[in-house]
């Protein structure tokens, strides 16, 4: 069942247990899905390298907006996007933990032959390849940053 069929799925389900706050998500999610199976090359399929990818960028767009509503003290706004990153993070893998990041991140350096807080450019592209969905790109780099410098 690929990303499609799943919201589709969940999508009926939201309709019939009227939950708007999950079909506003999940209407989201389709409304980007479609968009990228009609960019030019998609030839109406989508790769799950590039659903991963879409999903962590929507996560992104929302994290960002509700910090800015957060900040502008719009709670009713805050509350929606918080809604919608905890809809579209369940078709996300899930989320390494801050210690087994922390673990791949020093395998990933010492597979590099890392020493100096001057190699984090080479660790940082062996490790957004390998960790790619797990983990979010400011947590890796932070790991990286913190185990270089010691």
């Known amino acids: 069942m690929n990303l499609e069929e799943k919201v589709m799925a969940q999508m ?10 999950a079909l506003r998500g ?14 030019p090359g998609a ?7 590039s659903e991963v990818k879409m999903l962590q960028k929507m996560v992104k767009q929302r994290k960002d907006a ?5 900040q502008q003290s719009r709670t009713d706004l805050a509350q929606k996007e918080q809604e919608e990153i905890a ?20 395998d990933i350096i010492t597979e590099a032959g890392a ?23 400011k947590a890796v780099a932070a790991a990286v940053k913190e185990l270089l410098t010691k």
């Open 12 to 21: 009926k389900d939201a309709m019939k247990s009227r939950n708007e706050a």
């Open 26 to 39: 999940l209407r989201a999610i389709k409304a980007e899905i479609i968009k990228a199976k009609t960019e």
């Open 43 to 49: 030839h109406g399929e989508i790769s799950a390298d």
């Open 66 to 70: 509700l910090e800015i509503y957060q």
């Open 87 to 106: 809809i579209i993070e369940t078709f996300l893998p899930a989320q390494l933990s801050e210690a087994d990041l922390k673990k791949e991140v020093q």
């Open 115 to 137: 020493s100096s807080p001057a190699d984090m450019g080479k660790v940082m592209g062996l490790a957004t390849k390998k960790l790619a969905g797990r983990a979010d790109g």
